[in-house]
């Protein structure tokens, strides 16, 4: 009973690592919107010491 319990857990994990790694793959793909990275410009003085 205990073996079949643990057995169904692993089995399940597996699944769940599938799952992960294609919607790593697929969901740039379906949803480009949640993976785009936030565009903004970013201007900043620098001050060189030039000595």
Do not use: C, H, N, Q
Not at 11 to 16: D, Y
Not at 34 to 47: I, M
Request: hydrophobic share 65%.
């Amino acid at each position: 009973m205990m073996w079949r319990i643990v057995k169904y857990l692993l089995i399940l994990l597996i699944l769940a690592g599938l799952a992960l790694v294609a919607y790593a793959y697929v969901g740039p793909i379906l949803f480009p919107a949640d993976f785009a990275a936030p565009s903004e410009e970013v201007t900043a003085p620098v001050t060189l010491d030039l000595e």
